[in-house]
Every structure is written in C-alpha cells, then in structure tokens.
C-alpha cells in the first residue's frame, strides 16, 4: 500500500511538473510512511524527489522511529547544536541532486523554520505550494481506510451514547463535553482525539464554532454536540441536537427544517456530480423554510485524516465528486441569542451513489 501511495504521488509530481516534495510532521508524512513526529523547535522533514531514493531530516533522537517506516527512507540526521542543522538539510538535498529544482510544500503546514531551512539547502531552487497534488494523493479512500472511519464513526457514537444518560438540567457544557472525551479514550480513541468536542446550548448554540462554558442545561434548551473520534489517524466529525425537557414549537420546526436538509444532502451525492450540488440540495430546503439567513456556513467539508480537507461543500464549488471520497454534510439553523441545530453525517461517495458512515438517530430526542 505504502510503495503505490508512493508511486502515485511520483506520477502526480512528473504531471504538475513538480521535481521534489517536502513535507513536515502531519497527516501527508504520516499517509506516505506510516510515522507520526509531531511539531517541535527541532525540524523534520520528508523529501521526495521524482528521481532518487527518498530522503528524512531528523534530530538523531527520532532515529529509531524509522524501523517502522512503510518506506525506506535515507536518514540525515543532526544533534542538539541547531548550528549543524543547515548541514543535514543542505546534505539531504545535495544526495537528491535538488538545485535548480522546482519543489512543492503543504502551503497550510510548512512553517518558516522548515522552509527556511530548505531554501538555503536549494536556493536557486523556487518553492511552490503543491496543495492541490497532495489533495489529489489523498482525496479518494481506499477500502481500509473507509474501514478505520467506520470505527472512528463506531467509537464516537458509542461514546456519545455512554454519555446521554449523564446529561440533565443543571450540568454545564464543560461537564458534558468532559465526559464525552473520556467515553472515547476508554472506548479506543487515538492517543489524541481530531478536535475539541463542541458541546453548546441555549444561546451558545447559535454560535457554529462555540467553545464550551461553564453554562448550564435549562429548560427549554437546545444542545448541539459536535463531536469525533480518531481511530488509526482516520477521523470521524458528527453533530446531533437534542432538546432539554419541553421547548419551544419553534425550535422544533427548525429541528425539522435542518434534519430535511440534512437528508436531502445526504441522498444526492454521486460519482460525476458537482460537489456544490450538494450544498444546493441542503441549502434550498432551509432557504424555503425561511431560515436561509440562519444557515451561515457551507453544507460540508472533506474528512480522513484530518478534520477539514478536500472536498468542500460550498455552492460554487466545481469538483467532481468520485468513488471514494469522504465529506459531511451539517446544516444547521443558528437563531442569535436564541438557539441553534445543526446536523452532521459523515458520507461516503460510491460506485452508484452515495451512503452514510454515521448512523446515529437523527429524530430529536428529548434529555
């Protein structure tokens, strides 16, 4: 799997004209050699070149790391003096023979430290952003890694389902949400969840990205959690919305509103169509409901190995959807100081269609 993931993205560099790839600790370093380094004040850096055996710049105390790489990769290493690690930068490009050279790097990733650093190992050479190369390494999931998002899917839910009965009037929205992260971690998380769960309620909830408070259940709320699991650094993203005791018929008309959108959305999905479609097909049942000024965000964004990635759901957008590709769809109705719901799946794009990997009640349900 490694070797054609590999191949493939050699192919793509040779199409876009593309001589090298450098990448930094993240989910593109991770999907190409299996090796997770997270970002510190010491560089680590993946190159790729069309020609020539794949090369890492590493702290000499990352070394072992590489026995359990899915690639061979030619280590250079350096110590803890930072004044000897230009030399392992300038020797790793000078093996891959990268002057002159046209090299792309994560434009949302690569930091100034490592770039510097490339930069004045191959200064005649022009760094690019190669974004749209690593979405298209990326973009379409294989059968095993559509398997690790169902579990991620799978731990999430169940989580969420351990939690429920913990909620009543009365508990804050820190309580909840801490009681969600430690549901997942028992349940088989990652070491390190996709995000921070989003648990929100009241007025909170009709802010889309709300932090949670010390504020607690009343009746009458609405409660929106926006939560996800990482199982073999394969995410899952899923929102439901649930009523605090007796509320306002208002809001139940919304709820309905969102969970039709949220269906609409989910069904249109297929290999060939515009990705903006649909945002079109969720977007249009909100908008006749009269709340279309209340859905303030796109319909969905691309989910795998990282929370937000290609593709996104927005109206205008022209990509082709193709089997393979994960995204979600969450629209939501956000009322200022009142109240908000949202709804989230996670959808996979298939051969005939498409189908939900999330399968969590979506009828309100009343705490």
């Known amino acids: 799997m490694a070797d054609f993931r590999l191949h493939k993205l050699i192919c793509l560099l040779e199409e876009n004209g593309i001589d090298a790839l450098a990448v930094n600790p993240g989910s593109t370093l991770t999907y190409l050699t299996g090796l997770n380094f997270h970002l510190m004040e010491r560089p680590t850096v993946v190159i790729i070149a069309k020609v020539g055996k794949p090369v890492i ?22 110590g803890d003096d930072p004044s000897t690690w230009q030399n392992a930068f300038s020797n790793a490009f000078q093996f891959l023979n990268l002057q002159n050279a046209l090299i792309g790097v994560e434009g949302t990733r690569m930091r100034f430290l490592e770039l510097n650093f490339i930069q004045k190992a191959s200064p005649s050479s022009k760094i690019i952003d190669a974004g749209q190369v690593i979405s298209n390494l990326r973009i379409q999931k294989d059968e095993e890694e559509i398997l690790f998002m ?9 989580a969420l389902k351990a939690t429920l009965p913990s909620i009543k009037i009365g508990c804050t929205e820190k309580e ?22 989003i648990v929100s309620s009241g007025p909170n909830g009709a802010n889309p990205h709300a932090t949670p408070s010390d504020r607690k259940m009343t009746e009458g709320d609405l409660l929106v959690i926006d939560w996800g699991a990482a199982f073999h650094g394969y995410f899952s993203d899923i929102t439901r919305t649930f009523a605090i005791g007796k509320i306002d018929p208002e809001f139940e008309i919304i709820y309905k509103t969102v969970q039709a959108s949220n269906e609409a959305g989910r ?28 859905f303030t965000h796109r319909t969905g964004h ?9 593709p996104y759901m927005f109206a205008e957008n022209q990509q082709i959807l193709q089997t393979g590709m994960v995204y979600t769809v969450e629209p939501g109705i956000y009322l200022p100081g009142r109240n908000g719901v949202r709804i989230e799946d996670d959808v996979v794009v298939t051969d005939d269609g498409s189908r939900s990997l999330t399968d969590f009640p979506r009828d309100l349900i009343h705490l």
């Open 57 to 78: 710049v590493l702290p000499e105390l990352e070394l072992q790391k590489l026995a359990f790489s899915k690639i061979q990769l030619t280590p250079f290493s350096f």
């Open 150 to 158: 169902r579990k991620a899917v799978q731990i999430a839910q169940d």
């Open 267 to 294: 069904a249109v999905g297929k290999p060939g169509m515009r990705a903006g479609k649909v945002d079109d097909a969720a977007r249009s049942v909100i908008e006749s409901a009269g709340y279309g000024k209340y």
């Open 302 to 310: 691309g989910l795998g190995m990282e929370e937000h990635e290609s």
């Open 176 to 197: 909840i949400a801490s009681e969600l992260v430690i549901n997942m971690l028992r349940l088989g998380n990652d070491p390190e969840l996709p995000f921070a769960p």
